[in-house]
């Protein structure tokens, strides 16, 4: 079953701290046929139904050069999801898993990834498969599959940086 | 070169809209070599050095069961990125892109993601390969590799969704 706002046996809800560290502004908004949560999918497919993504203005000119991919990685806001809970039981059995070894859209900042297939741009409008969303969902950002992109911009150090130092310092327990 | 705050030739910036549209916690602090943007890696490298994620209180507990993932997807927050521009110039050739097509960290909401290797968890920390980001980047959320996961609660209508409607009213523009 899908979680309206329920808590369940042997979850852990915390007392989360305000969510101000920074702000977010909507960039578009996402349609597909999923009006309830008890149909959503639970992970979207690549043959399954077409979605459409909105891109709202001023927004519209970063699309440039974004239909030579084949595939995009889409981030959005889960809008109607609780982000108090550490430990979960997606199966409603008692057993809990954290949150963060779960790919629920119950979490502190509950932001869904997917790769979606690209099916064609219409001016301001992307058609897309592979969403697992609700209809109306807020657009946070996209950008092209890591796998099928390269860095225009020039390599940097860090680009080349496969050594382990170990113990270095940025590995060590900070004193706070 | 990595830009500080400047534009450069045919880049595009907007009067983007306030970021007030939902709020994010940073829920731990990325420990990574990389102290300046001129030595951050374009893309991180799965043989890259390892790099210490500290997750803070009360979200400890939400870690339980991650150890059992060889890979993690990481959201972390670009606090240093300027968030304005629509066409951007990485390699500053005067040649322009539109943000949705670079995995830049300039973008309206500067969310950077890694699929990282997961080494060793010790406590609240994780020790990881294959980050790009700089030391101190706040995080934002982790959760298994979509590669790796399968989910524990039950299936839904929409996962088994695979056919096309054509005109759905889903993918029809709206009137608004």
């Not at 979850?11 to 046929?33: H, K, M, N, Y």
């Not at 001016?123 to 890591?146: E, F, I, M, N, S």
Request: aromatic share 6%.
């Amino acid at each position: 079953m899908v979680r309206e706002n329920e808590i369940r046996e042997n979850e852990v809800a915390v007392e989360p701290p305000a969510a101000t560290d920074a702000g977010l502004v909507f960039i578009g908004r996402i349609s597909t046929p999923w009006t309830s949560r008890m149909e959503t999918p639970r992970q979207g497919r690549h043959d399954g139904p077409l979605c459409r993504i909105e891109i709202f203005e001023p927004w519209g000119p970063a699309l440039k050069g974004v239909e030579a991919f084949e595939r995009l990685e889409i981030l959005y806001w889960l809008d109607r999801s609780r982000r108090d809970l550490v430990l979960q039981s997606p199966a409603s059995s008692g057993k809990v898993h954290g949150t963060f070894s779960l790919r629920s859209p119950v979490r502190p900042n509950p932001i869904g990834t997917s790769i979606v297939k690209l099916e064609a741009v219409e001016g301001a409008v992307l058609l897309v498969r592979g969403l697992d969303c609700l209809d109306g969902t807020p657009l946070l950002d996209l950008k092209p599959d890591r796998t099928l992109f390269k860095p225009i911009a020039p390599p940097q150090p860090g680009d080349f940086h496969t050594d382990d130092e170990g113990t270095a310092h940025y590995c060590q327990k900070r004193e706070t």
